[in-house]
């Protein structure tokens, strides 16, 4: 199956799409798969706040 | 605040800086060297900090810039092991089963900012950051702690974009699994 055109992801892509959101906007089509993904995804829910945290916790780092 | 003062200051602060500094160039002879730097210029215009505080971010300032330099200094050495990095195949296979789901489900950290507060989740943190395969660890440090925008790092770096996001895509999977293990599955425990 190939990735363009399908809605429904797979956690290991939601997780890309996670980390690319945190360099770049994503394109409108990841946008949408990932909002998706995420409103049925406990887990990767949790991915995406970790990946804020994480940010926000190396930021402080020798403050 | 007096030249003493700003002395015993600065003294306080190396071990930090020393380490911080070491994870971002993971390279000791250049982090002493650039921590080194960055406190004579401190010392140099201590006439001009009223508070400790100030002396501090100060400092950390002027470390971040002597980091920059020193990349560019290194140039190729650096871009080469950026370049290691991307030949090596870790694509984190091993954290995902055939369907792509996580082999062992995301943990929910509850809030993890009360973490913040505590001084042994940044020991915790920076270990985290240290194992992470050198290549890996100054890009993530340059994004996340010098702020650099992505374009910048693959400029400084000469990789391409593309090879900028999968490499920050790695580093933050890789931390992310060793903070679970580390803290917050054990502070769980505790």
């Known amino acids: 199956m190939k990735a363009s055109g399908v809605i429904w992801i797979r ?26 993904h995420l409103s049925i995804c406990e887990f990767c829910s949790h991915v995406n706040r970790q990946m804020n945290f994480m940010r926000a916790a190396v930021r402080r780092i020798a403050k | 605040m007096d030249t003493l003062a700003i002395q015993h200051t600065l003294g306080e602060l190396r071990p930090a800086l020393v380490r911080i500094a070491r ?44 980091i920059i330099d020193q990349f560019r200094r290194a140039g190729r050495e650096v871009s080469t092991d950026a370049q290691a990095e991307l030949d090596d195949t870790d694509d984190l296979d091993d954290l995902y089963d055939a369907q792509g789901h996580k082999a062992s489900a995301p943990a929910d950290w509850g809030d993890p900012h009360a973490s913040l507060e505590r001084t042994e989740f940044f020991d915790i943190l ?51 699994e060793c903070l679970e293990m580390n803290w917050f599955a054990a502070e769980k425990s505790r």
């Open chain 1, 11 to 36: 956690c290991r892509h939601a997780h890309k799409l996670l980390s690319t959101r945190m360099d770049k906007p994503l394109a409108t089509t990841d946008r949408i798969r990932l909002w998706m």
């Open chain 2, 23 to 66: 994870l971002q160039l993971r390279n000791d002879t250049w982090a002493e060297d650039v921590v080194s730097e960055s406190l004579l210029a401190a010392l140099e215009s201590a006439g001009s900090f009223a508070q400790k505080s100030q002396v501090k971010t100060w400092v950390i300032g002027i470390l971040k810039h002597k």
């Open chain 2, 126 to 176: 920076q270990t985290c950051v240290d194992r992470l395969p050198a290549g890996l660890g100054r890009i993530f440090m340059m994004r996340e702690w010098l702020e650099y925008e992505t374009d910048q790092i693959c400029k400084e770096l000469s990789i391409s974009t593309t090879n900028c996001f999968v490499m920050l895509h790695r580093a933050r999977m890789r931390l992310r």
